[in-house]
């Protein structure tokens, strides 16, 4: 179909299903079905309301995606491709893919991913949570990309994640708040903040051979490197001008 207006809604999509603009808000929800697949080229404004993408594949997201409390309920997943931007609050529901050079930014409290699939949230883009909750729902960890960062002027942030977190080698995690899930850090895990209380606290089970650096509180069990080593007692603190490489210290986790 070449224009379809739905109450406030405009669905612009052309003969091989790729669709230019899709916006719609003050209306029933909508439910996009029945197409081979859908690609949408430019923007995708949701605004707080409710759109099903019942597709048999991924569903292409465009330059700029758009949501202000509603919800993109996506069978197969959603896809971000390079140069693509998603910003807003309220949940992508359905296995989220973002590949390099993409941007995730919350406006809000966001849920993203599928915790039925082994892929429910996969990124190697950037992910910034600023001053909000964010939630990443993965079957297993829910795999973080090139940049996370959390806090920023009005505040510090909160990441979770039911299934846990990994931080691949090469990828950051920065800024202050709370981490509120079991993390395998092969990355680089930073405190960035202007205050002497921005601390970045690590409430789960943290493993892994990455490296942290900063104001770090490790308020859950610590157990670096690859084995599963606990620490008991109060939590770890990392003061802000040390810098710690987890694999240094497994052999103080096993005394």
């Avoid at 079957?139 to 960062?149: H, P, R």
């Avoid at 892994?208 to 490790?218: L, P, S, V």
Wanted: net charge negative; glycine share 14%.
């Amino acid at each position: 179909m070449d224009g379809v207006a739905l109450g406030d809604a405009t669905v612009v999509v052309s003969s091989n299903s790729s669709s230019a603009e899709v916006r719609f808000t003050g209306m029933e929800p909508l439910a996009i079905a029945d197409l081979a697949a859908l690609e949408i080229d430019r923007f995708l404004f949701v605004g707080a309301e409710q759109l099903t993408l019942d597709l048999p594949v991924p569903t292409d997201l465009g330059l700029l995606t758009r949501v202000a409390g509603g919800t993109i309920t996506a069978t197969s997943g959603v896809v971000l491709q390079a140069g693509n931007m998603f910003e807003g609050d309220g949940s992508v529901l359905g296995p989220v893919a973002a590949e390099p050079g993409t941007t995730i930014t919350a406006t809000g409290a966001l849920q993203l991913g599928d915790d039925s699939r082994i892929d429910g949230f996969v990124s190697d883009g950037v992910l910034r949570i600023g001053a909000h909750a964010v939630t990443l729902h993965d079957q297993d960890l829910a795999v973080l990309g090139s940049l996370t960062e959390l806090g920023n002027s009005a505040g510090s942030g909160v990441l979770a994640a039911p299934q846990g977190l990994l931080l691949e080698p090469g990828k950051s995690l920065q800024g202050f708040g709370t981490i509120n899930a079991d993390l395998v850090n092969q990355g680089h895990v930073v405190r960035a903040g202007t205050a002497a209380e921005d601390v970045l606290d690590l409430l789960g089970h943290v493993s892994g051979t990455g490296e942290f650096a900063g104001n770090i509180r490790f308020s859950g069990v610590f157990a670096p490197g690859d084995n599963h080593h606990e620490r008991t007692g109060n939590p770890v603190f990392l003061p802000s001008h040390e810098r710690l490489r987890q694999s240094h210290l497994q052999s103080d986790q096993r005394q």
